[in-house]
C-alpha cells in the first residue's frame, strides 16, 4: 500500500501538481502493534520509505520555525502493580526458554523537575528543565516481557501507552497534562565501553564504563534489619514519545520526546521461582526523564 502511495505522489511532483498530505494522527492513534500481521519491517511494520541508504530528497516545504525546551526530571516513589502475569516455556533446540509476561500493569510516579543548571560550573546557568507543567504524576500502562533464563536472567522490554498527570488544586481529580507512547529495555546497560576498527587496520576503545551489556544486580537483605530482604536491581531503559494536551500550559501542542534510565527493585523470591507477579508483589521504581519538547514558533 504504500508503495503505492509513494508512487503516486512521484508521479503527482513530476506533473507539477501539489503532494498529497495525509493529516496528522493524534499521539497514540493507528500504531500498528509489535507483532502485527502486516508485511515489512520489525512488529510487521511497513517502512514508508523503503530505500534507506538511497538518495535523500529535498522537502517539498521547507520545516516551519520551531524552539526545543529542556526537560529534565526525577522519577520517584514508582510502583509497578497489578495486570495479569503468566510465565511461558519453550523448547528449542540448543536451550529452553522461561519467559514472565506481564500484561495491563500499572506504574504510577511522582515526576519533579530536576534543579540543576545546564552549566556545572556556572551557578548563574540556565536550568536543564524549562517544563515545569510536567511536574506531577507519570501513569503507565505497560507489558512487560521479561528472561528468566541463566546467564544473564532478567533482560526483557517493555512498552504501553502513558500519561503524565497534575492535581487540581482543591481536588483529588486530575488534569492529562501530555500523553503518548513509550518502551524500552529492561536488565541492559547501554553506558558501556566499546570496540571500533580504526583505518589503519587496529582498533580503538570508545565510551564510558558506566554500565555493562547485563544491568542486573542483586542486593543482600540488611542482616541488622530483621524486616529487610533481598532485592533485585534491574535496569530499565526507555524512550516516551508523546504531546502536550492541557490547552492550558504553556507548552500546550508541543511534542515531548525523553529518555529515561532507572531500576526496579524487586523482592527476591525462592530459589528457582524467578521474578514475583507485580499483581501479587509491587516493584519498586525510581529513576530521571530527560529530553525535549519541540514547539512550533509561537507556541
Given at each position: 500500500?504504500?508503495?503505492?502511495?509513494?508512487?503516486?505522489v512521484?508521479?503527482?511532483?513530476?506533473?507539477?501538481?501539489?503532494?498529497?498530505?495525509?493529516?496528522?494522527?493524534?499521539?497514540?492513534?493507528?500504531?500498528?502493534?509489535v507483532?502485527?500481521?502486516?508485511?515489512?519491517?520489525?512488529?510487521?511494520?511497513?517502512?514508508i520509505?523503503?530505500?534507506?541508504?538511497?538518495?535523500?530528497?529535498?522537502?517539498?516545504?521547507?520545516?516551519p520555525?520551531?524552539?526545543?525546551?529542556?526537560?529534565?526530571?526525577?522519577?520517584?516513589?514508582?510502583?509497578?502493580?497489578g495486570?495479569?502475569?503468566?510465565?511461558?516455556?519453550?523448547?528449542?533446540?540448543?536451550?529452553?526458554?522461561?519467559?514472565?509476561?506481564?500484561?495491563?500493569?500499572?506504574?504510577?510516579?511522582?515526576?519533579?523537575?530536576?534543579?540543576?543548571?545546564?552549566?556545572?560550573?556556572?551557578?548563574?546557568?540556565?536550568?536543564?528543565?524549562?517544563?515545569?507543567e510536567?511536574?506531577g504524576?507519570?501513569?503507565?500502562?505497560?507489558?512487560?516481557?521479561?528472561?528468566?533464563?541463566?546467564?544473564?536472567?532478567?533482560?526483557?522490554?517493555?512498552?504501553?501507552?502513558?500519561?503524565?498527570?497534575?492535581q487540581i488544586?482543591?481536588?483529588?481529580n486530575?488534569?492529562?497534562?501530555?500523553?503518548?507512547?513509550?518502551?524500552?529495555?529492561?536488565?541492559?546497560?547501554?553506558?558501556?565501553?566499546?570496540?571500533?576498527?580504526?583505518?589503519?587496520?587496529?582498533?580503538?576503545?570508545?565510551?564510558?564504563?558506566?554500565?555493562?551489556?547485563?544491568?542486573?544486580?542483586?542486593?543482600?537483605?540488611?542482616?541488622?534489619?530483621?524486616?529487610?530482604?533481598?532485592?533485585?536491581?534491574?535496569?530499565?531503559?526507555?524512550?516516551?514519545?508523546?504531546?502536550?494536551?492541557?490547552?492550558?500550559?504553556?507548552?500546550?501542542?508541543?511534542?515531548?520526546?525523553?529518555s529515561?534510565?532507572g531500576?526496579f527493585?524487586?523482592?527476591?523470591?525462592?530459589?528457582?521461582?524467578?521474578?514475583?507477579?507485580p499483581?501479587?508483589?509491587?516493584?519498586?521504581?525510581?529513576?530521571?526523564?530527560?529530553?525535549?519538547?519541540?514547539?512550533?514558533c509561537?507556541?
Amino acid at each position: 500500500m504504500y508503495r503505492t502511495v509513494f508512487a503516486v505522489v512521484v508521479m503527482m511532483g513530476a506533473l507539477g501538481l501539489a503532494p498529497i498530505v495525509q493529516p496528522q494522527m493524534p499521539v497514540g492513534q493507528g500504531m500498528q502493534p509489535v507483532g502485527g500481521t502486516d508485511e515489512g519491517g520489525p512488529g510487521g511494520i511497513t517502512p514508508i520509505n523503503p530505500g534507506l541508504g538511497g538518495p535523500s530528497m529535498a522537502p517539498t516545504q521547507p520545516p516551519p520555525p520551531t524552539c526545543l525546551d529542556g526537560i529534565s526530571k526525577d522519577i520517584c516513589n514508582g510502583t509497578l502493580r497489578g495486570g495479569f502475569s503468566q510465565e511461558t516455556t519453550c523448547q528449542r533446540p540448543d536451550r529452553a526458554c522461561r519467559t514472565l509476561h506481564v500484561i495491563g500493569a500499572d506504574l504510577t510516579a511522582m515526576i519533579l523537575a530536576n534543579p540543576d543548571g545546564c552549566d556545572p560550573n556556572n551557578p548563574n546557568a540556565a536550568p536543564c528543565d524549562r517544563l515545569p507543567e510536567l511536574n506531577g504524576q507519570l501513569v503507565l500502562h505497560a507489558d512487560l516481557q521479561v528472561s528468566e533464563d541463566e546467564p544473564c536472567h532478567f533482560r526483557g522490554a517493555w512498552h504501553g501507552p502513558f500519561e503524565i498527570r497534575r492535581q487540581i488544586a482543591g481536588s483529588t481529580n486530575f488534569v492529562v497534562v501530555a500523553a503518548g507512547h513509550g518502551g524500552g529495555t529492561l536488565g541492559v546497560g547501554t553506558h558501556r565501553t566499546f570496540t571500533c576498527p580504526t583505518a589503519a587496520g587496529g582498533s580503538t576503545q570508545l565510551g564510558q564504563a558506566c554500565e555493562r551489556c547485563w544491568e542486573v544486580r542483586l542486593i543482600p537483605a540488611d542482616p541488622t534489619n530483621p524486616n529487610s530482604v533481598a532485592m533485585w536491581a534491574i535496569n530499565a531503559l526507555g524512550v516516551l514519545h508523546g504531546e502536550i494536551r492541557d490547552p492550558n500550559a504553556p507548552h500546550s501542542g508541543c511534542r515531548v520526546e525523553v529518555s529515561l534510565k532507572g531500576e526496579f527493585l524487586v523482592p527476591v523470591g525462592a530459589a528457582g521461582s524467578g521474578l514475583p507477579a507485580p499483581a501479587d508483589t509491587p516493584w519498586n521504581f525510581a529513576g530521571t526523564a530527560d529530553g525535549s519538547a519541540i514547539c512550533a514558533c509561537g507556541t
